[in-house]
Structures are given as structure tokens and as C-alpha cells.
């Protein structure tokens, strides 16, 4: 496989790019070799500089849950590129967005734009924080919230210990407010909550985690946030940034039936376009200015053509719904399919997911946490990735994410995939 282009890009884009890439995965840091540099994307196809096509299980990191380049999403988009890039003004399609955004998400009854999922989870922070009049917040090891300061936070050794930055130029003031519990532990949520009293102003999650491989939570475990949160009139935040609009309509809240009071989301709501939202219960959003005390604005927030895009998509979804049980029907042939072959070729590893997020761990043991996943063998996936890229299936570049499937993927390409691992198992 030629590669010449990609990599004479990679070389001139670390002159000026740190790193030579916008977002640290895109590098390949943890899989070596060369990132391919994208020239276009088709349905499930992606194409790099050199010209070389692969089936894409990235889908841009989520949102492109119908495929790429729908063409009534693009329609979509240049239709309303022919009236303007931005006015920095009210418009009517942010009003149609957002009364979808309510009439879909059974907890949300006021919501705000954004550009982006950090923009609505720290919009989100400061609303929880200001409805409570309380400062810390609680999180989840490897559950990833964008990189807003205060949740580029691990907790120390201990639970007790206040929160150790895991990022350079983050104050110990941030650090010590975000407080980090191990994913799918009640209990050390209960003490978290015994040891601060009075002073959590939220508990955030991905109720799927997808940012340590895909991590489900256990039975109970959102109900039992849920009951926590308003024993102790705090807010509970679902960071729905991924599995909004992926798990269905309604996002994991209405998967799993539980309500959150605040939710974020981005991705899969602007199909690909910069766009994120929050939103929740009417007397938190309340809070928002010019309503309210708790400041948050963007220039380009509701941008008419990221709307569009977005819009267009979720009118794709609502009007066809059966796309989701197709999601979950691909989603289920390929983990079946991974399990029966790490079981025929005695290789050690976990195939978790809902839906349409999956992942195969090579771990010998099912993974509820983040401690857990870490003891992944990512030597051996960064093998699977390159065998997999040569013979033109792009998986994501970490052990650490998702295989995103789309609507555009066929149970051959599924098929593909398992045939393609099913060799790579042969050379171990
Ligand atoms: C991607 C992601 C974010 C951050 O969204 P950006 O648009 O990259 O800022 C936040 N939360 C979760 C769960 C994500 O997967």
C-alpha cells in the first residue's frame, strides 16, 4: 500500500501543527506508523491521499451515524450555504432544533446551542454549579468529557485524595472540585458522597461509556446515580455527547429508562457540522442568561448551515426509526461474530457494546472500568489496526474507542471484518 502522500504530509504538517494533527488521536500515537491524511468520504468508504479506500468504522468519532455524505444531508447544508455562512442572530431553524431536541429527549425541556460537546459539557457544569450554589462535581475515571479544564481530572491513589490534573496547565483550584470514582462503583460514589457533604453540585457520565473502549453500565447503576443525586439535590448529567441519537432517538435515557436532569450532547446532531447543545430541566435552564445569572454565549452558536446539517439529519432518523433496530441487528452480528472467533482461536479478549458501539478488548476478562481496561494488551491491538488498515478497514487508532457502525454499513461489511480478524487471529 502506497502511503508516500500521507506521510510527505504528516512531515509538513508537523512543521506548523503540534503534532501535526488538530486532536491528539488522529496521530497514531498509540498504534505508531502513519496517519492517513483524508482526501474524501463516501457512505462507509474513506479515501486517503494516495488514493487508498477503506471501510471506515470511525465515522468522524460518532456523527456519521447515516454514513458519510448523505446526500440530503449535503443538499441540506448547500441549500442553506446559498443564504448566508452565519448572522450572529436568532433563526427560525435553531427553533425547529430545539423543539426536536425536547420532543425527542424524554428530560430535556429547554435547550440551549453550542459549538461543540466540551462547549456543552462545561455550559452544563456552570448551569449545575449555578442552580446548586455548590462547587464540586463528581466524575467518572475514563469517561472522557471533552477538554474543558475541570474534567481533565483523575482522582489520586485514593478517593480521598483531591483530583490530580491529568493535563498540564490546569490549576490545583480546578483540579480539587472534580472528584473521580471508578465506572460502575455505587459505592465509592456513596463515599465520595459521605466525605463532601453538602458540596457536590453534580454527578457526570457517558451512561455508555465509549471513551475506555465501550464500557455498558452494570444493571442499576444509572438508576442508582439517579436515586443519589436526588437524595442529595444534586443534578445528574448525562453526557450524551456519543450515544445521543445513536442508541436511539431518545439517547441512553430512554434505552435505559432513566432521567437525568441536565444532558449534553454533539456528534451525531450536527452530522458532522461543529454543533453541541445542553439542555434539561426548565428551572435549571432557567438559569441560563439573559433568564438567568449563569452567563454562557457563541458567536456562532445555531449557525445556520451546522443546523441545517444537523436538522436534516435527525429527520433522516425520526422518520425512519426501523434504522435503529437495523444499527442493533449489525451491532449484534459483529459482537457475536468477534466472540465466537476469540472462543475458536482460544484468544483472550472481551467483545462489549449496545447498539451500534462496539469493542473488542484484549482483555481475557469483561471490562467494567476504567482500571480494568487499562490492562488491555495494546501492543497486540495495535497489530489488529495495521493488519487491518493494510487490507483496507479502518479502525479506530486506540484500543481506547469505539468501532462506530453507520446505517451505510451492509452485513457484508460486517462479514469483511470478521473474515479480516479471523486471519489476524490465524498469525498469532
Ligand atoms: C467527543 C466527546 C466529547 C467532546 O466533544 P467535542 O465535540 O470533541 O468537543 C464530550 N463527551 C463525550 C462523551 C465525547 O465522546
Redesign the pocket.
Known amino acids: 500500500m502506497d502511503t508516500s502522500r500521507s506521510q510527505a504530509l504528516f512531515l509538513r504538517a508537523q512543521k506548523h501543527i503540534p503534532g501535526g494533527v488538530n486532536?491528539p488521536v488522529r496521530a497514531f500515537g498509540s498504534v505508531g506508523g502513519t496517519p492517513r491524511f483524508i482526501q474524501k468520504a463516501q457512505g462507509v468508504s474513506v479515501t486517503d491521499a494516495d488514493g487508498n479506500s477503506y471501510t471506515d468504522y470511525i465515522g468522524s468519532?460518532?456523527p456519521m451515524l447515516l454514513g458519510h455524505n448523505h446526500p440530503v444531508i449535503r443538499e441540506a447544508v448547500i441549500r442553506a450555504a446559498q443564504d448566508g455562512l452565519s448572522f450572529g442572530a436568532a433563526t427560525g431553524r435553531e427553533c425547529q432544533m430545539a423543539e426536536k431536541l425536547c420532543a425527542l429527549v424524554p428530560s430535556v425541556e429547554m435547550v440551549r446551542l453550542v459549538?461543540?460537546?466540551?462547549?456543552?459539557?462545561m455550559s452544563a457544569l456552570r448551569a449545575a454549579r449555578g442552580y446548586t450554589g455548590r462547587d464540586k462535581i463528581i466524575k467518572f475515571a475514563g469517561?472522557?468529557?471533552?477538554?474543558c479544564d475541570a474534567?481533565l481530572v483523575q482522582a489520586g491513589s485514593g478517593l480521598m485524595t483531591a483530583g490530580i490534573p491529568s493535563s498540564a496547565g490546569i490549576t490545583q483550584g480546578c483540579a480539587q472540585d472534580t472528584l473521580t470514582a471508578p465506572y460502575n462503583d455505587l459505592n465509592a460514589v456513596r463515599q465520595i458522597w459521605e466525605q463532601n457533604p453538602g458540596q457536590i453540585a453534580a454527578v457526570i457520565l457517558?451512561p455508555v461509556?465509549?471513551?475506555m473502549g465501550v464500557v455498558p453500565p452494570k444493571p442499576g447503576f444509572l438508576a442508582g446515580l439517579r436515586e443519589l443525586c436526588t437524595q442529595h439535590g444534586a443534578l445528574l448529567i448525562f453526557?450524551?455527547?456519543?450515544?445521543g441519537f445513536r442508541l436511539g432517538l431518545g439517547g441512553a435515557q430512554e434505552y435505559y429508562g432513566v432521567k437525568p436532569d441536565l444532558t449534553?450532547f454533539?456528534?451525531v446532531i450536527?452530522a458532522g457540522m461543529?454543533v453541541?447543545a445542553y439542555g434539561g430541566r426548565r428551572e435549571v435552564m432557567e438559569q441560563i442568561a439573559p433568564l438567568g445569572p449563569v452567563y454562557q454565549a457563541g458567536t456562532l452558536s445555531g449557525n445556520p448551515i451546522a443546523v441545517a446539517a444537523g436538522l436534516a439529519q435527525l429527520d433522516i432518523l425520526e422518520r425512519d426509526p426501523s434504522l435503529y433496530l437495523t444499527l442493533e441487528q449489525r451491532g449484534r452480528q459483529l459482537r457475536e461474530g468477534l466472540r465466537a472467533l476469540l472462543q475458536t482461536y482460544s484468544t483472550p479478549g472481551a467483545v462489549q457494546g449496545e447498539g451500534s458501539l462496539s469493542c473488542l478488548f484484549f482483555h481475557p476478562a469483561p471490562v467494567s472500568d476504567y482500571e480494568t481496561a487499562k490492562q488491555s494488551d495494546t501492543a497486540r491491538y495495535a497489530r489488529y489496526f495495521h493488519y487491518l488498515l493494510e487490507h483496507g478497514i479502518y479502525l479506530a487508532p486506540s484500543q481506547f474507542e469505539a468501532i462506530f457502525l453507520s446505517a451505510a454499513h451492509t452485513p457484508e461489511h460486517i462479514d469483511e471484518l470478521l473474515s479480516r480478524t479471523e486471519e489476524f487471529f490465524r498469525t498469532l
Open positions: 486532536s468519532w460518532g459549538n461543540s460537546g466540551t462547549e456543552a459539557v469517561c472522557y468529557h471533552g477538554h474534567m457517558e461509556a465509549a471513551n453526557d450524551e455527547v456519543i450515544t449534553c454533539g456528534k450536527g461543529p453541541g
